[in-house]
């Protein structure tokens, strides 16, 4: 592995705030999910909430995959850099947004395009 792709720009201390961090929001995200698969099986299905519920849990299910990507990004040392030009994310935006997969300029151009 290069040096490029390793989050040596992140402190220990910065990394570990973050893998906190990850981890409470899986474990919160997983239990929420659990819960709306709970509701899902209760459910006869007649109403109008079962529609909404359906589209929750494929949000929940979708937020907990990212949430354990970067939790593989960060056991793989990959996590923090932005998967186009490959540059350092900076802390106080993984801090913010811990799912964050480009930096900001990257992010930018994206949005202008």
Avoid: N
Wanted: glycine share 4%.
């Amino acid at each position: 592995m290069t040096d490029s792709h390793t989050t040596s720009h992140l402190s220990s201390v910065q990394l570990q705030s973050l893998r906190q961090d990850l981890r409470e929001q899986l474990e919160q995200r997983s239990r929420h999910l659990h819960d709306l698969r709970a509701q899902e099986q209760d459910s006869s299905g007649a109403d109008g909430t079962w529609q909404e519920l359906v589209v929750s849990i494929t949000a929940a299910e979708r937020t907990v995959a990212e949430l354990s990507q970067a939790c593989d990004r960060l056991a793989a040392d990959t996590y923090g850099r932005c998967a186009h030009c490959q540059g350092p994310i900076p802390f106080e935006r993984l801090k913010v947004r811990p799912l964050a997969r480009t930096c900001i300029d990257c992010q930018r151009r994206h949005e202008a395009a």
